[in-house]
Nanobody, 116 residues
């Protein structure tokens, strides 16, 4: 079975940082493009960032450019999202998903709350 388990969320003050992780299993992670998707309260799901299977192509939503960095470790089947300069509007449940710029959510998300 495909399993995607995101972690690393929490409560952080505006301007703070968090590093999200997503442990993947049940599929060939190293051959899969991956995406971080978020669901903000009352908003549609948004593909925040994607990374190619070989880490040679990246996508960032305008809201993430310059603040978020996506990376992966294929040996560990783990996807990461480094989030800096967090803003209240980044408050959301963050999921990892298989594919490029996909807005599907699957598995366990992690709650990020940005508040003073």
């Amino acid at each position: 079975d495909v399993q995607l388990q995101a972690s690393g969320g929490g409560l952080v003050q505006p301007g703070g940082s968090l590093r999200l992780s997503c442990q993947a299993s049940g599929f060939t992670f190293s051959s899969s493009h991956m995406t971080w998707v978020r669901q903000r309260p009352g908003k549609d799901r948004e593909a925040v960032s994607s990374i190619s299977d070989a880490s040679d192509a990246w996508y960032y939503a305008d809201s993430a450019k310059g603040r978020f960095t996506i990376s992966r470790d294929n040996d560990k089947s783990t996807l990461y999202l480094q989030m800096n300069d967090l803003r209240p509007e980044d408050t959301a449940v963050y999921y990892c998903s298989i594919g490029w710029r996909t807005e599907n959510t699957r598995g366990q998300g992690t709650q990020v709350t940005v508040s003073s």
